[in-house]
C-alpha cells in the first residue's frame, strides 16, 4: 500500500497524560500537513512542513501541541496533558508539492483520539 | 478570516434525481477543492478545480469553479445509493497549500432507493 498510513488508529487515553501520533507520507511527497476534524465539522488545519521544514504552526490550537518531522521523512503529532477537548480525528496528509505546480493533498485514514 | 460555506448541509434525495451542492468563500483564491468522506473513514479527492471556468467530470459527478463569484458547484447526476457520503469543499488561499486548506462543514448526503 502506497497511501499515507498513520498509527495508531484509535487512540484512549487518560486526561493529563500526553500522546503522540505517528503519520508516514507518500514516499515521494515533500510536504506533509496536519488536520484535526471534529464530528459534524470539516478538517481544520494545524501545521505543515516541507521536508524538515516546519514551515507553519501558528494555527496549533495551543502549546500543548507540537510537531516533528525531523528526517522529512515520518512525522509525529504530540499533545501533552491531554483534555477533554482534545477528542477528535486526527489527520496527516501530504503532497507532493515541485514549485508552482498544483497537486492536491491525500489524507491518511486519521488517528481517533479520545480522552476520558 | 477566510469562511468556506456548503450549502445544504443535510441532503436526503432519492435515486435516479440531480441536485447540486454549493461551496461559497469569502476570499479571493483560485484553487478549490472537493472531497469525499464515507462514515469512519478519512477523505478521498474528488476534483482539483484551478482557475475561473474550470469544469471537471467523473461519472455521475461534476464540479465547476466560478472565482468571480467565490463560488464553486458540485451536480450530482441521476444518483444512486453509492454515492452516500460527506462531501467537502476546501479552498488554498496561499498559492499551493502553505497555509493548509481551509475545509466548509460539509454536505451529508443520503440517496434512498
Known amino acids: 500500500d502506497t497511501g499515507v498510513s498513520q498509527n495508531p488508529r484509535h487512540k484512549i487515553t487518560k486526561r493529563g497524560q500526553n500522546v503522540t501520533f505517528r503519520c508516514d507520507p507518500i514516499?515521494?511527497?515533500?510536504?506533509l500537513y496536519w488536520y484535526r476534524q471534529t464530528l459534524g465539522q470539516g478538517p481544520e488545519f494545524l501545521t505543515y512542513?516541507?521536508?524538515?521544514?516546519?514551515?507553519?504552526k501558528s494555527r496549533l490550537l495551543s502549546d500543548r501541541f507540537s510537531a516533528e518531522r525531523p528526517k522529512g521523512s515520518f512525522s509525529t503529532l504530540e499533545i501533552q496533558r491531554t483534555e477533554q477537548g482534545d477528542s477528535a480525528m486526527y489527520l496527516c496528509?501530504?503532497?507532493?508539492?515541485?514549485?508552482?505546480?498544483?497537486?492536491?493533498?491525500?489524507f491518511g485514514p486519521g488517528t481517533r483520539l479520545t480522552v476520558t | 478570516e477566510l469562511k468556506v460555506e456548503q450549502n445544504p448541509l443535510f441532503l436526503s434525495m432519492q435515486e435516479g434525481k440531480n441536485y447540486t451542492i454549493y461551496c461559497n468563500y469569502s476570499?479571493?483564491?483560485?484553487?478549490l477543492y472537493w472531497y469525499r468522506q464515507d462514515p469512519g473513514k478519512s477523505l478521498e479527492s474528488l476534483f482539483v478545480?484551478?482557475?475561473?471556468?474550470a469544469v471537471k467530470q467523473e461519472g455521475r459527478l461534476m464540479a465547476s469553479l466560478d472565482t468571480k463569484a467565490r463560488l464553486s458547484t458540485l451536480h450530482i447526476t441521476a444518483a444512486v445509493h453509492d454515492l452516500s457520503a460527506t462531501y467537502f469543499c476546501?479552498?488554498?488561499?496561499?498559492?499551493?497549500?502553505?497555509?493548509?486548506?481551509?475545509f466548509g462543514k460539509g454536505t451529508h448526503l443520503i440517496i434512498q432507493p
Open positions: 512542513f516541507q521536508n524538515e521544514a516546519q514551515l507553519e
Open positions: 478545480l484551478l482557475s475561473n471556468g
Open positions: 476546501a479552498v488554498d488561499t496561499s498559492g499551493g497549500g502553505a497555509d493548509g486548506l481551509t
Open positions: 514516499s515521494e511527497h515533500n510536504r
Open positions: 476570499t479571493t483564491s483560485d484553487r
Open positions: 496528509a501530504s503532497q507532493y508539492q515541485p514549485g508552482t505546480a498544483v497537486y492536491e493533498q491525500y
